[in-house]
């Protein structure tokens, strides 16, 4: 079974060294350091739109110029693992694991990221501007209509499955690319990025990753969870204070956490 496994990555990281796994360079187009890895900007690409699509460059990369039987994404920080160890690096989901896997699912997702008072539309209205899903909502309403019932369903969730990371038959993968981007790019020329901060204009990679669930809800089916390792610390009391900030007070996100 030829599994890739693409790890977006900016800059030189401890990375896993198992043949499941290519690192894709991401901002390749706008940064002319070469790291040793796939760089994102070879053969059809969007490497010049990462600043406001994140790892989305890397994930459309192996959707154009890869051939295979299964593909994923994951993040140089944060990548799938079945087992948690002392030494993260070493939980790293194996080729054989993934193989093991892969036979059973036809789609792999890290574990939900429950936010337990607050929707995921309300979320995102809390931490960011509420318009971009608003103008996603009608884009899919006009193109694709029939995907509107399960937007909503997933929108008044309390869970969702973050990162855009997942592992998919590459057959599945490539349609959920297909309907993925045609929105993305359509949203793209309703929003002026220009007058955004670098971080708020990053809001094409964040708005993907609430409609990876709205694809798997409108297709059915089934998937498998499995865990996730962040490599090097996670700032919890941070996140929940800036979460309590945003959910009553008002104060939108202003940079990563």
Request: net charge positive; hydrophobic share 35%; aromatic share 14%.
């Given at each position: 079974?030829?599994?890739?496994?693409?790890?977006?990555?900016?800059?030189?990281?401890?990375l896993p060294h198992?043949?499941?796994?290519?690192?894709?360079?991401?901002?390749?187009?706008?940064?002319?350091?070469?790291?040793?890895?796939?760089?994102?900007?070879?053969g059809d690409n969007?490497?010049?739109?990462?600043?406001?699509?994140?790892?989305?460059?890397?994930?459309?990369?192996?959707?154009?110029?890869?051939?295979?039987?299964?593909?994923?994404?994951?993040?140089?920080?944060?990548?799938?693992?079945?087992?948690?160890?002392?030494?993260?690096?070493?939980?790293?989901?194996?080729?054989?694991?993934?193989?093991?896997?892969?036979?059973?699912?036809?789609?792999?997702?890290?574990?939900?990221?429950?936010?337990?008072?607050?929707?995921?539309?309300?979320?995102?209205k809390d931490t960011?501007?509420?318009?971009?899903?608003?103008?996603?909502?009608?884009?899919?309403?006009?193109?694709?209509?029939?995907?509107?019932?399960?937007?909503?369903?997933?929108?008044?969730?309390?869970?969702?499955?973050?990162?855009?990371?997942?592992?998919?038959?590459?057959?599945?993968?490539?349609?959920?690319?297909?309907?993925?981007?045609?929105?993305?790019?359509?949203?793209?020329?309703?929003?002026?990025?220009?007058?955004?901060?670098?971080?708020?204009?990053?809001?094409?990679?964040?708005?993907?990753?609430?409609?990876?669930?709205?694809?798997?809800?409108?297709?059915?089916?089934?998937?498998?969870?499995?865990?996730?390792?962040?490599?090097?610390?996670?700032?919890?009391?941070?996140?929940?204070?800036?979460?309590?900030?945003?959910?009553?007070?008002?104060?939108?996100?202003?940079?990563?956490?």
């Open positions: 079974m030829n599994i890739k496994l693409i790890i977006a990555i900016h800059k030189q990281a401890e198992d043949s499941l796994y290519l690192p894709v360079q991401v901002n390749k187009a706008n940064n002319p350091e070469n790291y040793g890895y796939q760089p994102d900007n070879e969007i490497s010049v739109k990462n600043p406001n699509f994140c790892e989305l460059t890397a994930l459309y990369w192996g959707w154009k110029n890869l051939q295979c039987d299964y593909m994923g994404l994951a993040h140089y920080r944060r990548h799938f693992a079945l087992h948690k160890k002392k030494d993260k690096m070493a939980s790293v989901l194996s080729l054989q694991e993934c193989e093991n896997l892969c036979s059973q699912y036809e789609i792999i997702l890290p574990k939900r990221r429950n936010y337990f008072i607050s929707t995921l539309w309300n979320h995102y960011h501007d509420i318009s971009h899903l608003e103008k996603t909502r009608e884009i899919i309403a006009q193109d694709y209509p029939q995907y509107v019932q399960a937007f909503d369903t997933v929108m008044k969730r309390t869970w969702g499955h973050m990162f855009n990371m997942y592992i998919m038959k590459k057959s599945l993968s490539d349609k959920y690319c297909e309907w993925l981007f045609d929105i993305l790019f359509k949203l793209e020329k309703q929003i002026d990025v220009s007058s955004l901060s670098a971080f708020d204009a990053r809001l094409f990679g964040r708005v993907s990753e609430l409609l990876l669930d709205v694809w798997i809800e409108q297709q059915q089916i089934p998937y498998k969870e499995i865990g996730f390792v962040q490599i090097g610390d996670e700032n919890w009391p941070k996140k929940i204070q800036s979460f309590i900030q945003a959910k009553f007070f008002g104060k939108k996100y202003s940079q990563s956490r």
